[in-house]
């Protein structure tokens, strides 16, 4: 199979593809004509941006913009009912049961231990996997600026698992790691011990935060790349006319050019890391017993899966991650704004 | 100071300099690494069960040969057994008895069986693709209904992300009225709200509006994405308005002119945004998993993931739906590589 024949084919089936859309689009948009056209002669052209922007602003306001809203609410009530008129207010007892610990540091010694040990270990997630991330990202999109054969294969190679669904990463995985495991047979057979990786707390830890880059990386060094072909090649043309060390270009260009994209890749990662659940959910579960559970983890179980669904203490608990994302989009859109004015 | 000099080299040099071995090395690598997993799977889903419970495992879907015998209705695997002349012959172990297995011999199904120790027995093995992985699911498990769902909530999200934000995006890009900037910044302000810390509400909002385990709850609420207003609207504001006015001129209705006019020049930006909304609801999983909970309305994320809780045992079915899972989103990426690299490098979304 060669590249140009694949290209070829795909490009014939793009082409029917985009006649039946095309084709679909007319009838549709042609049909809402008429009754568009009626709206105009009663709200004339000034009123048809409202009528442009409404289906969004329903949508938007009902499905994210009210629940905001009401997760205050939530947050500020208590009991396992869903409707909030049969919710009793209780001040702010979820958050002081949630913060309600002798020492931060001691799990055991907070009220809700159960949380305490999900932002544990999502701060440790977090720490460990944005540095993992970060750093691997990096590495890879300097690899492929280079000068490389075939760049546009291993670049594909390295996105590819971006893609894929966080259930189909967590299988394919699962699939690797379990007991007879392909990885296991590997170790075996190479003189080691069985490992039961998803069993063994300190290993599932490890595992969820491999998974995690393993999935993720090559989104953040796709952005990394974009940023370094950004870099206007002259500089290194006159850097190089100049006699300039390699190292002494990466430092003084590279590095400083690079340094906005970088910290939009932290920050981004960051963001993400939070919110870490799908793949580790379907790999580990949560286990061996609370090892990998993460903070929407506990956020989910609080409110839905557990016997009794404490909303209002789940609530409380989503504020408290808003409040962190809030924090760091802020960072992000101040440094996008500035890397971009600059 | 070498790493460094890896990493930055941008010359073509003529021997293989050892910055060379270290880049190339570093790639082999993440080849083994990246495409590896998945390449497992794949083989590993054309496996037999019993093929799947060997230990160590085999890359090829290679698995004892079986004989079905008439008046049985399992399979009887194949052994080599010695036959006393020196010789080996294959014979089908029809039953065991400790460390003895009583053999017959597929010409012969009505002579005595043949008795030999376990121990002295080799097992026949050939290529065995059990494509019944893939077949199954879809008649025991329902997987058609997760896929027809999925392929629902994915076709129907993203035809209405692109219309609602597309409208909304051409009015904020192209009209100048009360409130514009507000809205707008209104909009943005939500770009740091996740689904997943508006969960309670959310799913109160979907309740009482009856659409829980209805496609619909899947489908609605992520359909206004800011991303998707404010990608739209900064590619928008690139047309020129004298288009707009000229068109107007014409006598074309407002909605003309979007549909017209506004909607095929943004093509590059509605491709974006269409590409990203198929993968976004194709993966989706928190939010379904809230939302359904009868298994007729599941989609094919939450069919795999309930699975593999049930179907611990059996990974031969779970492995062949995973690869179906998969196998859309390779096509669409192999179909649409450049567009979402591209997409992703230039706009930073996911």
């Not at chain 2, 909304?168 to 514009?180: D, E, I, N, T």
């Amino acid at each position: 199979m060669t590249h140009q024949a694949t290209d070829q084919g795909s490009r014939t089936l793009s082409a029917h593809f985009a006649r039946g859309f095309g084709l679909a689009y007319t009838a549709l948009m042609r049909a809402l004509e008429p009754p568009f056209a009626a709206i105009q002669k009663r709200v004339g052209i000034k009123g048809m941006a409202y009528v442009f922007v409404a289906p969004n602003m329903i949508i938007f306001s009902v499905f994210v913009a009210l629940p905001m809203i009401l997760n205050i609410w939530y947050a500020l009530t208590g009991s396992n009912r869903l409707m909030i008129g049969e919710r009793p207010f209780v001040g702010l007892d979820n958050f002081s049961a949630l913060l309600d610990c002798k020492d931060y540091l001691d799990v055991n010694s907070c009220k809700q231990d159960r949380f305490w040990r999900a932002v544990h270990n999502s701060v440790l997630f977090v720490a460990l996997q944005v540095t993992a991330m970060v750093a691997l990202s990096l590495v890879t999109a300097l690899i492929l600026n280079g000068k490389l054969r075939a760049r546009g294969f291993f670049r594909a190679v390295f996105f590819f698992p971006v893609l894929l669904s966080p259930v189909v990463v967590a299988l394919i995985w699962k699939w690797i790691l379990q007991r007879d495991g392909l990885l296991n047979a590997l170790l075996l057979s190479s003189g080691g011990e069985r490992v039961a990786f998803l069993h063994d707390a300190s290993w599932s830890f490890f595992w969820t935060v491999f998974v995690s880059v393993w999935a993720h990386m090559g989104f953040y060094a796709l952005i990394l790349l974009a940023g370094l072909q950004a870099i206007p090649a002259d500089l290194y043309e006159a850097a190089e006319m100049d006699g300039t060390p390699k190292w002494r270009v990466f430092w003084r260009i590279t590095v400083p050019l690079l340094l906005p994209t970088l910290l939009v890749v932290v920050i981004l990662s960051l963001i993400r890391a939070v919110q870490a659940f799908d793949e580790i959910y379907v790999l580990t579960g949560g286990g061996p017993g609370t090892a990998t559970q993460f903070i929407v983890q506990y956020i989910y179980e609080t409110a839905f899966a557990n016997q009794v669904h404490l909303l209002g203490l789940a609530a409380a608990a989503s504020l408290l991650v808003a409040v962190v994302l809030m924090v760091l989009t802020l960072l992000q859109l101040r440094i996008s704004y500035h890397g971009k004015t600059s | 100071m070498s790493l460094i000099r890896a990493l930055t080299r941008t010359r073509d040099q003529r021997a293989m300099h050892i910055t060379d071995w270290l880049t190339y090395g570093f790639l082999l690598v993440g080849v083994v690494l990246m495409f590896g997993p998945a390449l497992w799977l794949a083989a590993s889903s054309l496996k037999t069960k019993s093929a799947l419970q060997e230990f160590p495992p085999s890359f090829l879907p290679m698995g004892q040969k079986e004989i079905k015998l008439a008046d049985k209705p399992d399979g009887l695997p194949v052994y080599l057994v010695p036959n006393g002349a020196g010789q080996s012959v294959e014979l089908a172990l029809q039953r065991r008895i400790g460390l003895i297995g009583l053999f017959i011999d597929p010409a012969k199904p009505d002579a005595d069986p043949v008795r030999a120790k376990m121990d002295e027995v080799k097992p026949v093995r050939e290529l065995t693709v059990a494509w019944d992985n893939y077949a199954e699911p879809l008649r025991r498990f329902r997987f058609d209904r997760f896929l027809g769902n999925s392929l629902f909530v994915t076709i129907v999200s993203t035809v209405l992300t692109l219309l609602v934000n597309s409208m909304c995006a051409f009015a904020l890009s192209k009209y100048s009225f009360r409130g514009r900037d507000a809205m707008f910044v209104f909009i943005l302000s939500t770009l740091m709200v996740p689904i997943s810390v508006i969960l309670i509400p959310a799913f109160l909002v979907v309740t009482s509006l009856g659409l829980t385990n209805s496609l619909w709850g899947v489908i609605l609420p992520p359909i206004a994405t800011p991303t998707g207003v404010f990608l739209l609207r900064q590619y928008m504001l690139t047309i020129p308005d004298e288009l707009i006015d000229a068109a107007r001129m014409d006598g074309a209705s407002e909605w003309r002119v979007y549909w017209r006019i506004i909607m095929p020049l943004a093509m590059p930006a509605l491709a974006v945004l269409g590409i990203f909304s198929v993968m976004w609801r194709w993966n989706d999983f928190l939010w379904p998993l809230i939302v359904l909970s009868r298994e007729e309305s599941f989609t094919l994320q939450l069919g795999l993931a309930t699975f593999q809780g049930e179907l611990d045992t059996q990974w031969h079915y779970l492995l062949a739906m995973t690869m179906m899972t998969l196998a859309p989103v390779v096509i669409v990426f192999t179909l649409l590589q450049r567009h979402i690299t591209t997409g992703i490098a230039s706009t930073g979304l996911k």
